[in-house]
């Protein structure tokens, strides 16, 4: 009994002294230290409750009461208990702090991705750069060896394609663009594909960074971006919303008025291109509204409206 009783008193001052570095662990920080010395204190902890219990089935031969038993061991279970929380703070910060690690690892996994796809995203640019003087040269060549005369050899200028904004007044221009001057050539789609992805806004371009770079990557790219900002529904509204928002001209400025009439223009040809020009004409009146300072003169010069 007497050598049972020093061994636990050993094994709950060890625990206590454990539980006190529970805390200065903690605000080192070290994930794997902390659960290390988790593991140290269960281990312990489960020690002294063994011994415990062959204490109480001592006593109980000994001759002690039940009573005597329980009170005895109230007072080693209430030293555990205290263990058992600080057991259980090591186990929450060490958690948090294996989430922020596998965090950190995957943010750089995901910029070292990203690094990875700028370079192949580079490396296809300029591989399609070289494709196309290689293509120019050779076009040029045909032309002298064919003896064609020197009006001949004058070169389009190169359509400027600028970033689509995910706008669907923009669509149309871009995609129109796009399809004239790469999608139409005999380009790889891989090719075609980096060109595309250069070509978007970081907002448009993440609806398909996640896509596989390759030819069946390149088609459901096309597919997505089409479904999502190709909608006809979608477009007419815009244009429809662009001449309705046209800012009121109270006086004649001819600056003002010009301008109004090109942002009028603009979206009108877009929806006469649509075939959709038609069922906006009832807005006319509401259009002429806007125009106060000429609305009179516009209604003499055509008496329908």
């Known amino acids: 009994m007497d050598t049972l009783l020093k061994e636990i008193s050993r094994k709950l001052q060890l625990l206590e002294f454990k539980r006190n570095k529970a805390k200065d662990i ?13 593991e140290a204190l269960v281990a312990l902890a489960n020690e002294v409750d063994v011994v415990k219990g062959k204490i109480e089935e001592k006593k109980l031969e000994g001759g002690e009461s039940m009573d005597e038993v329980c009170t005895w061991s109230k ?52 591989k399609l750069e070289m494709k196309l003087k290689y293509e120019e040269k050779s076009a040029e060549l045909r032309k002298e060896n064919q003896g064609e005369s ?34 139409s050539t005999n380009l790889a789609p891989v090719t075609k594909f980096a060109y595309l992805k250069e070509l978007l806004q970081p907002q448009v371009r993440a609806d398909i960074d996640g896509l596989p770079f390759s030819t069946e ?42 301008e109004f009439y090109k942002r009028l223009l603009y979206n009108a040809q877009s929806l006469e291109t649509l075939g959709k020009l038609r069922d906006v004409a009832g807005n006319v009146r509401a259009v002429l509204d806007k125009l106060k300072g000429i609305k009179s003169d516009l209604a003499r010069a055509h008496e329908q409206w």
């Open 26 to 38: 903690v605000e080192k920080g070290n994930t794997a230290t902390m659960e290390r010395h988790r």
């Open 75 to 126: 007072e080693i279970d209430a030293k555990i208990e205290g263990v058992d929380a600080e057991i259980e703070y090591l186990g929450r910060h060490s958690s948090e702090s294996r989430q922020q690690l596998e965090l950190a690892k995957k943010e750089g996994e995901e910029a070292l991705l990203e690094k990875e796809r700028e370079k192949q995203l580079k490396f296809e640019k300029e």
């Open 150 to 183: 020197s009006g001949s050899h004058a070169k389009l200028p190169k359509l400027s394609i600028t970033k689509y904004d995910g706008t669907y007044e923009q669509w149309l221009p871009f995609w129109n663009k796009f399809c004239a001057e790469i999608e």
């Open 217 to 258: 990557g390149y088609e459901r790219a096309k597919n997505i971006l089409e479904s999502e900002y190709g909608k006809t529904s979608e477009i007419v509204n815009a244009y429809v919303n662009n001449i309705m928002g046209l800012p009121t001209i109270m006086g004649e400025n001819p600056r003002e008025v010009e």
